[in-house]
């Protein structure tokens, strides 16, 4: 099943490859997808984490990469946007995303790694109630094979209410092996959190 994206208007402005969103109106519209899409979708919001992005001086080329992945489905994006390398804005947008059952799945890119101002794990562990550890363990697995310095990502998973969320690399190509690593198991994952029945044996 193939993905689609979702284009809503937009309330706020477009810079560069940012778009702001109105919350109030973000969430009224990603609760509307279960009226247009199959309830076995996954709802997709993603949240590049980045400094350059935001001031327009940078294109999110891993993003692509990511929609690359997500069009092999049962994937739909619901929304797209960027906020900057500031732990209390990535925490902040993430409790936004999943505060109610409007977003299955959340995935974010960028500000992983070991420099002073990659702060996504820490936003996420904040926001997260339960870690999903093989998720992120795999990702880095998959993602190295391709580019040694993977290994350096502390990316994180987890679960808040009923939404996932998964840090992702900015780097396209690690980004794109990581998703493809672990989308398989993504729709099993939510499924669990929702408590529907699984297709196979529980864990």
């Known amino acids: 099943m193939a993905a ?20 109030g109106y973000l969430l009224a519209t990603v609760r509307a997808t279960r009226s247009r899409y199959d309830g076995r979708m996954i709802r997709t919001a993603l949240l590049s984490v980045a400094d350059r992005a935001t001031a327009g001086q940078h294109e999110d080329r891993a993003v ?14 619901v929304d797209y946007q960027v906020v900057p390398d500031e ?21 974010t890119t960028g500000g992983i790694g070991l420099a002073p101002r990659d702060r996504a794990p820490e936003a996420t562990l904040e926001v997260v109630e339960r870690e999903i550890p093989g998720i992120a363990e795999a990702m880095r ?5 391709g580019d040694a310095r993977a290994l350096l990502g502390r990316g994180v998973a987890g679960v808040r209410r009923g939404t996932l969320v998964v840090n992702l690399p900015a780097a396209p190509e690690s980004a794109r092996a990581a998703l493809a690593a672990v989308a398989p198991v993504l729709a099993a994952a939510s499924d669990a959190v929702h408590g529907r029945p699984p297709g196979r044996d529980p864990i």
């Open 141 to 145: 697995v998959a993602a190295a094979r």
């Open 87 to 107: 732990q209390a804005l990535i925490r902040a947008k993430l409790r936004l995303l999943t505060e109610d059952d409007a977003v299955d799945l959340v995935l």
């Open 64 to 77: 692509q990469a990511i929609r690359e992945v997500l069009a092999a489905g049962p994937f739909v994006e």
């Open 4 to 23: 689609a994206q979702l284009q809503p208007p937009r309330c706020g402005r477009r810079r560069g490859a940012a778009v702001e969103t109105g919350s």
